[in-house]
């Protein structure tokens, strides 16, 4: 069978001489082929992406991390010269997520990703987790790539979710490279897991039709030496899989229908 097609959402950064980049990571859409699943790169091109257009022809969406963040302005905050948000992006995924989620399109969240879930259900965040009153640092560290990547901290996985019956685990250890984190949890999402110091570190669309989790930690690195890492990626494909087969199911029946020119 063809590999499904999985929609990885791009950053739209200026990198140089004012010309904008439509960018994603190379981790990203290396764990999308090993798991089986056929990357294509969403341009960050906000509304003039047409969800009518685009969702028919995806077996799944994936919103990767990225160095950017949300304008907090799209959860009732306010901004400052140095956040460094990318508009483009948050104008692509915040409006696509639910309406993927509503057409049974699978949703995997990666760090950025899971904070965009979150907001597009109505949720806020935490600007910097490691100045709130309580919290753990949660900011990547000084190194090369295998030291910012390494294992950080534990996560407990929620009693009775599907992270837990995934894995059947009551907790892993994950990497940890952000500073802003979920405040308050968006409306119709449930947690799935908490870091030790209570902070949200994985969440689920509830009633979704397919699989649609968001991850804080970046389970694309080092894919086969984590614990949960694959089995979510694996999962993700899986249910991509299954709306490919059902959408070409429907296709082809969609064809036969069509009446035959005399």
Known sequence: MTAPVIGIACCRWTLE????????????????????GLPLLLPALGGALSHADLLPRLDGLL???????IDPRRYGD?????DFIDP??????????????DAGVPL??????MQEINVAYGGTLCRAV????????HREPAGDMATIYRPAHPVSLAHGGWLRRLSGLASVTVNSLHHQGVERLGQGLAVEA??????????????????????????????DERPLSRPLFDAFIAACRQ??????????????REPVPA
Do not use: M, Y
Not at 17 to 36: C, E, I, N, Q, S
Not at 78 to 82: C, K, V
Not at 88 to 101: F, G, M, N, P, S
């Open 130 to 137: 490691h100045e709130a009153p309580g919290r753990l640092d």
């Open 78 to 82: 306010e901004a400052t010269p140095d």
């Open 243 to 256: 709306r490919r087969t059902e959408r070409t199911a429907r296709l082809a029946v969609s064809i036969r």
């Open 194 to 223: 908490l870091a030790p110091d209570g902070l949200i570190e994985a969440l689920r669309v509830i009633g979704a039709r397919r699989f649609a989790i968001g991850v804080q930690w970046h389970p694309e690195w080092a894919l």
């Open 17 to 36: 001489k004012d010309r904008p980049f439509h960018l994603a990571d190379d981790d990203t859409l290396a764990a999308v082929r090993v798991a089986g």
């Open 108 to 113: 995997f969240g990666v760090c950025r990703g």
């Open 88 to 101: 483009e992006r948050d104008a692509t995924t915040l409006a696509l997520i639910r309406a993927a989620v």
């Open 63 to 69: 919103l990767p991390g990225s160095l950017s963040n």
